[in-house]
């Protein structure tokens, strides 16, 4: 079983900053890869960011405003969000691609999701 629990969402208003964690835990070999999602009312999930080994992927309207981060040791991803904007509010997602033993095949895991709200 593999677990990705995220934690850091809130009530901001707008140009504040907040901090999302995701956390993946169980039975885990590796992760390849962790990322970022988000969701609005009525619309669809869409990436944020993503980061890969050194590598890191930004949605355009993020880019220069949010950063990804990964702390290998604690299998755990994070997510900088500054200058947040009103259009930002949705339920943020973690995601990880993992594979449960050496040579075994990746699988990509969700968690359940933290809601930002970003209003005055």
């Known amino acids: 079983q593999v677990q990705l629990v995220e934690s850091g969402g809130g009530l901001v208003q707008p140009g504040g900053s907040l901090r999302l964690s995701c956390a993946a835990s169980g039975s885990i070999f590796s992760i390849e890869a962790m990322g970022w999602y988000r969701q609005a009312p009525g619309d669809q999930r869409e990436l944020v960011a993503t980061i890969s080994g050194g590598s890191t992927d930004y949605a355009d309207s993020e880019k220069g405003r949010f950063t990804i981060s990964r702390d290998i040791g604690k299998n755990t991803v994070y997510l900088q969000m500054n200058s947040l904007k009103p259009e930002d509010t949705a339920v943020y997602f973690c995601?990880?691609?993992?594979?449960?033993?050496?040579?075994?095949?990746?699988?990509?895991?969700w968690g359940q999701g933290t809601q930002v709200t970003v209003s005055s």
């Open positions: 995601n990880a691609r993992i594979s449960q033993r050496a040579g075994g095949p990746r699988y990509k895991y």
